[in-house]
């Protein structure tokens, strides 16, 4: 199930994909290494296929659901 955000959130990186798409009008393939792990971004829209167009310090791409997770998500707590 993927999840699901609201544009104009905040999203964090928590897997790198194997390559990166942008979200330009004819998107490109781009090496991964264009955003970090624990990077933030924001949601700019929902494309078809389950992917998100987030902004980056470096631009905007397009994300699948299983790579980000919303910033405003509470953190697992280890003391339970």
């Not at 699901?4 to 090496?31: C, N, Q």
């Not at 624990?38 to 470096?58: H, M, N, Q």
Request: hydrophobic share 40%; charged share 20%; net charge negative.
């Amino acid at each position: 199930m993927s999840e699901e955000f609201t544009i104009g959130s905040k999203v964090r990186v928590v897997a790198l994909p194997p390559y990166v798409k942008t979200a330009d009008p004819m998107p490109m393939l781009r090496p991964p290494d264009v955003i970090q792990l624990g990077e933030e971004g924001i949601v700019l829209d929902r494309r078809p296929g389950g992917y998100w167009g987030v902004r980056f310090a470096r631009g905007a791409f397009l994300m699948d659901s299983q790579y980000i997770q919303s910033v405003n998500q509470p953190a697992e707590n280890p003391d339970g």
